[in-house]
Protein backbone atom coordinates (compact mmCIF):
# COMPACT_ATOMS: atom_id res chain seq x y z
CA UNK A 1 0.00 0.00 0.00
CA UNK A 2 2.71 2.30 1.04
CA UNK A 3 4.47 1.45 -2.80
CA UNK A 4 1.15 2.11 -4.74
CA UNK A 5 0.64 5.02 -2.50
CA UNK A 6 3.62 7.04 -2.76
CA UNK A 7 3.64 6.53 -6.55
CA UNK A 8 0.29 7.80 -6.79
CA UNK A 9 0.86 10.74 -5.05
CA UNK A 10 4.50 11.45 -6.45
CA UNK A 11 2.84 11.32 -9.92
CA UNK A 12 0.33 13.68 -9.25
CA UNK A 13 3.95 16.13 -8.16
CA UNK A 14 3.49 15.91 -4.30
CA UNK A 15 7.19 15.80 -2.92
CA UNK A 16 7.38 12.14 -1.12
CA UNK A 17 9.74 11.58 1.86
CA UNK A 18 9.96 7.46 2.10
CA UNK A 19 10.31 6.13 5.80
CA UNK A 20 10.88 2.63 6.63
CA UNK A 21 13.39 0.45 8.35
CA UNK A 22 15.24 -1.12 5.22
CA UNK A 23 17.44 1.51 3.41
CA UNK A 24 17.82 -0.90 0.50
CA UNK A 25 14.20 -1.56 0.01
CA UNK A 26 13.21 1.65 0.07
CA UNK A 27 15.76 2.78 -2.44
CA UNK A 28 14.32 0.61 -4.96
CA UNK A 29 10.99 2.50 -4.27
CA UNK A 30 12.84 5.56 -4.49
CA UNK A 31 14.07 4.61 -7.81
CA UNK A 32 10.84 3.32 -9.43
CA UNK A 33 9.31 6.95 -8.66
CA UNK A 34 12.15 8.86 -10.07
CA UNK A 35 11.88 6.19 -13.29
CA UNK A 36 8.22 7.89 -13.29
CA UNK A 37 9.48 11.56 -12.97
CA UNK A 38 8.59 12.19 -9.27
CA UNK A 39 11.11 13.64 -6.48
CA UNK A 40 11.35 11.47 -3.55
CA UNK A 41 13.28 11.25 -0.37
CA UNK A 42 14.45 7.42 1.03
CA UNK A 43 15.08 7.72 4.64
CA UNK A 44 15.68 4.40 6.79
CA UNK A 45 13.91 4.81 10.40
CA UNK A 46 12.64 2.70 13.42
CA UNK A 47 9.19 4.80 12.93
CA UNK A 48 8.54 3.17 16.78
CA UNK A 49 11.68 5.04 17.84
CA UNK A 50 10.79 8.91 18.80
CA UNK A 51 15.02 9.85 18.33
CA UNK A 52 14.86 8.40 14.62
CA UNK A 53 11.39 10.18 13.87
CA UNK A 54 13.02 13.71 14.97
CA UNK A 55 15.85 12.93 13.19
CA UNK A 56 14.13 12.20 9.56
CA UNK A 57 11.25 14.31 10.08
CA UNK A 58 14.25 17.14 10.63
CA UNK A 59 16.12 15.72 6.86
CA UNK A 60 12.68 15.79 5.27
CA UNK A 61 12.28 19.53 6.35
CA UNK A 62 15.63 20.56 5.35
CA UNK A 63 15.29 18.95 2.07
CA UNK A 64 11.25 20.11 0.85
CA UNK A 65 10.23 22.53 3.99
CA UNK A 66 7.06 22.43 6.02
CA UNK A 67 5.33 18.68 6.02
CA UNK A 68 1.94 18.87 4.22
CA UNK A 69 0.77 15.81 4.31
CA UNK A 70 1.29 12.32 6.59
CA UNK A 71 0.66 9.04 5.55
CA UNK A 72 0.70 6.39 8.80
CA UNK A 73 0.64 3.06 6.68
CA UNK A 74 3.47 0.72 8.54
CA UNK A 75 1.27 -2.06 9.93
CA UNK A 76 2.22 -5.40 11.45
CA UNK A 77 0.51 -8.68 13.35
CA UNK A 78 1.30 -10.99 15.86
CA UNK A 79 2.35 -14.68 14.92
CA UNK A 80 -0.13 -15.59 18.42
CA UNK A 81 -3.30 -14.40 17.45
CA UNK A 82 -5.34 -15.91 20.53
CA UNK A 83 -5.32 -14.04 23.52
CA UNK A 84 -4.95 -16.95 25.52
CA UNK A 85 -1.47 -17.77 24.35
CA UNK A 86 -0.35 -14.30 23.17
CA UNK A 87 3.14 -13.47 24.16
CA UNK A 88 3.22 -10.09 25.79
CA UNK A 89 6.08 -8.81 23.70
CA UNK A 90 4.25 -9.66 20.75
CA UNK A 91 1.36 -7.51 21.91
CA UNK A 92 4.09 -4.53 22.82
CA UNK A 93 5.66 -4.96 19.18
CA UNK A 94 1.93 -4.86 17.38
CA UNK A 95 0.80 -1.55 19.42
CA UNK A 96 4.43 0.07 18.83
CA UNK A 97 4.31 -0.35 14.76
CA UNK A 98 0.44 0.45 14.78
CA UNK A 99 -0.63 2.72 17.40
CA UNK A 100 2.28 4.10 19.04
CA UNK A 101 4.70 4.74 15.99
CA UNK A 102 1.41 6.86 14.48
CA UNK A 103 1.21 9.03 17.47
CA UNK A 104 5.08 9.88 17.19
CA UNK A 105 4.60 10.94 13.14
CA UNK A 106 1.67 13.11 14.09
CA UNK A 107 2.75 14.76 16.96
CA UNK A 108 5.93 15.56 15.20
CA UNK A 109 4.41 16.95 12.12
CA UNK A 110 1.26 18.89 14.16
CA UNK A 111 3.20 21.94 14.55
CA UNK A 112 3.93 22.32 10.70
CA UNK A 113 0.25 21.86 10.02
CA UNK A 114 -1.35 23.84 12.94
CA UNK A 115 1.28 26.65 12.38
CA UNK A 116 0.04 27.20 8.63
CA UNK A 117 -3.18 26.42 9.46
CA UNK A 118 -3.22 23.47 6.65
CA UNK A 119 -2.12 19.93 6.62
CA UNK A 120 -3.73 16.60 6.12
CA UNK A 121 -2.95 13.11 8.11
CA UNK A 122 -4.29 9.97 6.88
CA UNK A 123 -4.13 6.81 8.66
CA UNK A 124 -4.69 3.19 7.31
CA UNK A 125 -6.42 1.59 9.89
CA UNK A 126 -8.23 -2.22 9.24
CA UNK A 127 -12.16 -3.04 9.47
CA UNK A 128 -10.29 -5.24 12.25
CA UNK A 129 -10.68 -2.44 14.06
CA UNK A 130 -14.77 -2.46 13.96
CA UNK A 131 -15.28 -6.30 13.17
CA UNK A 132 -11.74 -7.69 15.57
CA UNK A 133 -11.29 -11.43 15.19
CA UNK A 134 -8.87 -14.43 15.00
CA UNK A 135 -7.94 -13.77 11.31
CA UNK A 136 -6.13 -10.11 12.20
CA UNK A 137 -5.86 -11.26 15.83
CA UNK A 138 -6.29 -9.56 19.31
CA UNK A 139 -3.58 -7.38 19.54
CA UNK A 140 -3.68 -6.17 16.01
CA UNK A 141 -7.48 -4.98 16.26
CA UNK A 142 -6.64 -2.97 19.46
CA UNK A 143 -3.99 -1.63 17.86
CA UNK A 144 -6.41 -0.84 14.83
CA UNK A 145 -8.79 0.14 16.65
CA UNK A 146 -6.98 2.89 19.12
CA UNK A 147 -5.31 4.03 16.03
CA UNK A 148 -9.20 4.91 14.58
CA UNK A 149 -10.23 6.54 17.99
CA UNK A 150 -7.05 8.52 17.51
CA UNK A 151 -7.73 10.31 14.11
CA UNK A 152 -11.09 11.05 15.00
CA UNK A 153 -9.27 12.58 18.46
CA UNK A 154 -7.95 14.44 16.03
CA UNK A 155 -10.74 15.59 13.51
CA UNK A 156 -12.89 16.78 16.70
CA UNK A 157 -9.84 18.64 18.17
CA UNK A 158 -8.08 20.61 14.97
CA UNK A 159 -10.64 19.80 12.18
CA UNK A 160 -10.64 24.30 12.82
CA UNK A 161 -7.61 24.77 12.75
CA UNK A 162 -7.04 23.80 8.81
CA UNK A 163 -6.23 19.65 10.01
CA UNK A 164 -7.52 17.24 8.09
CA UNK A 165 -7.58 14.06 9.88
CA UNK A 166 -8.50 10.63 7.64
CA UNK A 167 -8.91 7.04 8.79
CA UNK A 168 -9.16 4.20 5.61
CA UNK A 169 -10.78 1.05 6.64
CA UNK A 170 -9.62 -1.97 4.70
CA UNK A 171 -11.09 -5.12 4.06
CA UNK A 172 -8.75 -8.06 3.77
CA UNK A 173 -6.38 -6.74 1.56
CA UNK A 174 -3.70 -8.62 -0.61
CA UNK A 175 -0.80 -7.42 1.50
CA UNK A 176 2.75 -9.46 2.78
CA UNK A 177 0.88 -9.16 5.84
CA UNK A 178 -0.89 -12.02 5.02
CA UNK A 179 2.34 -14.33 4.71
CA UNK A 180 2.31 -13.98 8.67
CA UNK A 181 -1.22 -15.89 8.88
CA UNK A 182 -1.75 -19.31 10.60
CA UNK A 183 -3.03 -20.30 7.08
CA UNK A 184 -1.66 -18.14 4.59
CA UNK A 185 -4.04 -17.23 1.45
CA UNK A 186 -3.95 -19.17 -1.80
CA UNK A 187 -3.46 -16.95 -4.81
CA UNK A 188 -6.75 -17.51 -5.93
CA UNK A 189 -8.20 -16.30 -2.80
CA UNK A 190 -6.00 -13.08 -2.55
CA UNK A 191 -6.85 -12.04 -6.01
CA UNK A 192 -10.55 -11.46 -4.68
CA UNK A 193 -8.85 -9.46 -1.87
CA UNK A 194 -8.20 -5.79 -1.99
CA UNK A 195 -5.67 -4.69 -3.84
CA UNK A 196 -2.63 -2.03 -2.40
CA UNK A 197 -3.32 0.21 -5.02
CA UNK A 198 -7.23 -0.04 -4.68
CA UNK A 199 -6.45 1.74 -0.96
CA UNK A 200 -4.04 3.75 -2.72
CA UNK A 201 -6.14 5.45 -4.97
CA UNK A 202 -8.97 6.36 -1.83
CA UNK A 203 -5.63 8.17 -0.46
CA UNK A 204 -4.94 9.74 -3.35
CA UNK A 205 -8.88 11.09 -3.22
CA UNK A 206 -8.66 12.06 -0.12
CA UNK A 207 -5.41 13.76 -0.16
CA UNK A 208 -6.00 15.34 -3.38
CA UNK A 209 -9.61 16.94 -2.58
CA UNK A 210 -10.17 20.78 -1.85
CA UNK A 211 -9.01 21.40 1.81
CA UNK A 212 -12.14 22.24 2.37
CA UNK A 213 -13.36 19.29 2.06
CA UNK A 214 -12.24 16.45 4.42
CA UNK A 215 -12.94 12.38 3.95
CA UNK A 216 -13.48 11.90 7.47
CA UNK A 217 -13.62 8.03 7.19
CA UNK A 218 -13.26 5.54 4.13
CA UNK A 219 -14.01 1.49 3.68
CA UNK A 220 -12.31 0.26 1.35
CA UNK A 221 -13.74 -3.55 0.89
CA UNK A 222 -13.80 -6.68 -1.28
CA UNK A 223 -17.11 -6.46 -3.02
CA UNK A 224 -17.15 -10.60 -2.35
CA UNK A 225 -17.07 -11.97 0.98
CA UNK A 226 -15.12 -15.05 0.88
CA UNK A 227 -15.98 -18.11 3.36
CA UNK A 228 -13.17 -17.54 6.87
CA UNK A 229 -14.19 -20.13 8.62
CA UNK A 230 -10.79 -22.57 8.00
CA UNK A 231 -9.19 -19.38 8.39
CA UNK A 232 -10.74 -18.69 12.20
CA UNK A 233 -10.11 -22.39 13.15
CA UNK A 234 -7.00 -22.54 12.47
CA UNK A 235 -6.06 -19.22 13.60
CA UNK A 236 -7.46 -20.12 16.86
CA UNK A 237 -4.99 -22.41 17.62
CA UNK A 238 -1.60 -20.83 16.45
CA UNK A 239 1.17 -21.26 19.13
CA UNK A 240 -1.15 -22.73 21.82
CA UNK A 241 0.55 -25.00 23.51
CA UNK A 242 0.40 -28.90 22.33
CA UNK A 243 -1.51 -30.08 25.55
CA UNK A 244 -4.10 -27.08 24.71
CA UNK A 245 -5.15 -28.23 21.25
CA UNK A 246 -7.75 -30.40 20.28
Known amino acids: MGLETARLLARDGIRVVLLGRRQKALDEVADTIRSEGGTVLA ?41 QWLPHEEWRQVLDVNLTAVFQLTQAVLPDMLGRGTGTIVTVSSLAAVNPNLLGGAAYGAAKAGVRNFMTFLHNTFRNQGLRAITVLPGEADTPILDNRARPPAPEERAGMVQPVDVAEAIRLAVTLPQRVVLQEMVVAPTRQRDTSGDLEVSRWAGAPADAKP
Open 43 to 83: LAADITRAEDVTRVLERARAEFGPIDILVNNAGSSSSVLNP
